[in-house]
C-alpha cells in the first residue's frame, strides 16, 4: 500500500475538479439526510456526469496511466480471447453480434475485430456500451487509427439493449461496479453499512456506520460473515454486479457473457482472513486503501465474488458454462500459438509478447488472480477456452 507522503500531490486543475465532485457529493449527503452509502459514494466517485473518475477527461489506462490492463498490455489477449468468442459466435445460429462493455481505451476492440477478421468470423455487428463520453471519444479514435476498415462496423449503445443475441464480453468492468460496505463488528449484534458524512467545517468527508437495512442486510445475512474476536470485519457486497447479470439474463436470446475480471469464489473471497475487505484504489500505480483521497482522481475497485455473479445468472435462467483462471483460460484459447505468429522468437517484438504473457498468466501476476466466467443460453459447453481446468465445482 503506498505512503501519501510518497504520492505527488494533484496539480491545480486537479484539485479543482476534485472540489467539484466533493461539491456535489456534499449536495447529495445533505439532501439524503446526511449520508450516502458507501455504493453512491463510489458510483458519483467515477461516474458522475463531467466529474466522475472515469467520466471526465484524466488518463486512466496505460504506464503514464493509474493502472494497467491486460488489452493494455498486450494483444495477445484479445487475439486469445477471439478464439472463444469466433466459437460461441458460430453456434449462434440466431446473431452474429459482439457487444463489449466498459471498452476502456478502445483496444480490445480492435484486437478482437482483427483476428475474428482474421479467422473469417467478422461479427456483423460491434456494439461497445461505455458509461463515459470522454472514453467513448477515445475508443473512436483508437479503432479509426488501427482498423480503419472496421471502425464502420461499430458503434455505441447508451443502454443495455431490450434483447439481444451473441457475445458479451466484459473485461474489468464488475469490478468497477459500486459496491456496498459492510461491518461485523466484535461484541456487537448484527451488520452495519458503512457510508459517508459531511460535515460543513470540515475539509474531507468522513466515514459513517448505520445498521444495515433492506437488500444489503438480507444478502450480508445470506454470506454468513465471519465474527471477528476483536475489532471488525469489514467487507463488500455487490448488488449492482448481481442486477446487471440478472438483467442481462432477461434480454439474452441466444449467447454469452464473458465477464473477465479479478476475486474469487465466495468460499475463498469472505475469508476470517482477509478482514478489511478488497476495496483499494489506484493513483499512478499506486495502491491507496482510502477511497476518499481527491474524489474523481482515484480509481475505486473492489474483487469479484464469482459465486454471486453466477448465481445472479443461474437463478435468472441461464447456465454457468465455465469458470477458470484466467490462465487456463487464455492457454486453452491457443495464447502460446498466438504467441508463436509473433515471428523469429530472438526478436525483440516476440520477447516483448512473452514477457507480456507471463504476466497474463503467472500465478504470482495475473493468471490465478483473475478468472474468466462464461454464462449463457443455448450455447452447449463445454466451450474450449474451459476444456481444460474448469473450476464451476469451486463456485
Ligand atoms: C477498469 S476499466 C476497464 C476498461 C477496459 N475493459 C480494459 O480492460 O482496459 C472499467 C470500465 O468499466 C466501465 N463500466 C463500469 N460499469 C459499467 C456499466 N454498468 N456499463 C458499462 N460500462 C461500465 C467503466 O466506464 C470503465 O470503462
Redesign the pocket.
Known amino acids: 500500500m503506498a505512503d501519501f507522503a510518497q504520492l505527488s500531490t494533484p496539480d491545480a486543475d486537479a484539485r479543482a475538479h476534485s472540489a467539484r465532485l466533493l461539491a456535489l457529493l456534499r449536495a447529495e449527503i445533505e439532501a439524503a439526510g446526511g449520508w450516502i452509502p458507501f455504493s453512491r459514494y463510489m458510483e458519483l466517485a ?2 458522475a456526469p463531467g466529474l466522475g473518475y ?2 471526465a477527461g484524466a488518463r ?2 496505460g504506464p503514464g496511466g493509474d ?1 494497467i ?4 498490455l498486450t494483444p495477445l489477449f484479445g487475439q486469445a480471447l477471439a478464439g472463444q468468442v469466433d466459437e460461441i459466435l458460430r453456434v449462434c445460429v440466431s446473431a452474429s453480434a459482439v457487444i ?6 478502445g ?2 476492440a480492435v484486437d478482437l475485430l482483427l483476428e475474428l477478421e482474421r479467422r473469417g468470423n467478422l461479427p456483423e455487428r460491434y456494439a461497445i ?4 463520453a470522454e ?1 467513448r471519444a477515445r475508443q473512436q479514435e483508437t479503432l479509426n487509427s488501427r482498423a480503419p476498415h472496421l471502425a464502420a462496423r461499430v458503434h455505441w449503445l447508451d443502454a ?1 439493449p431490450e434483447s439481444f443475441s451473441g457475445v458479451v464480453v ?8 459500486p459496491a456496498h460496505l459492510v461491518s461485523i463488528r466484535a461484541h456487537a449484534e448484527g451488520v452495519f453499512e458503512r457510508g459517508v458524512t459531511s460535515a460543513p467545517d470540515a475539509a474531507a468527508l468522513r466515514w459513517a456506520d448505520r445498521p444495515a437495512q433492506g437488500a444489503v442486510l438480507e444478502a450480508a445475512r445470506s454470506l454468513a460473515l465471519p465474527q471477528p474476536e476483536a475489532g471488525e470485519y469489514l467487507t463488500e457486497i455487490n448488488l ?1 454486479a448481481r442486477g ?1 447479470v440478472r438483467t442481462w439474463a432477461e434480454r439474452l436470446g441466444q449467447g454469452a457473457l464473458l465477464l ?1 475480471d479479478y476475486g474469487y469464489p465466495r468460499a475463498e473471497f469472505y475469508l476470517p482472513s482477509r478482514a478489511n475487505g478488497t476495496l483499494r484504489c489506484y493513483y499512478q500505480h499506486h495502491v491507496l486503501d482510502d477511497p476518499l483521497w481527491w474524489p474523481g482522481l482515484v ?1 475505486i ?1 473492489a474483487s469479484v465474488d464469482f459465486t454471486a455473479i453466477a448465481e445472479a445468472g443461474f437463478d435468472a435462467g441461464l447456465e454457468v458454462l465455465g469458470f477458470t483462471h484466467q490462465a487456463q483460460f487464455l492457454f486453452n484459447c491457443g495464447v502460446l500459438d498466438c504467441l508463436a505468429r509473433r515471428g523469429p522468437q530472438d526478436s525483440a517484438d516476440y520477447l516483448r509478447a512473452a514477457q507480456a504473457v507471463g504476466k497474463l498468466t503467472l500465478p504470482q501476476e495475473m493468471g490465478e488472480l483473475f478468472k474468466v466466467i462464461a454464462l449463457g443460453r443455448g450455447v452447449e459447453a463445454p466451450l474450449s477456452g474451459f476444456a481444460r481446468g474448469d473450476r464451476v465445482h469451486t463456485l
Open positions: 467515477l461516474y472515469y467520466s486512466k489506462f493502472f490492463t491486460a488489452p493494455e463489449e462493455i466498459g471498452a476502456g481505451s483496444l480490445l456500451l461505455e458509461l463515459s472514453l443495455l466484459a473485461n474489468e468492468v464488475l469490478d468497477a461496479m449492482a446487471w473477465i480509481d475497485t
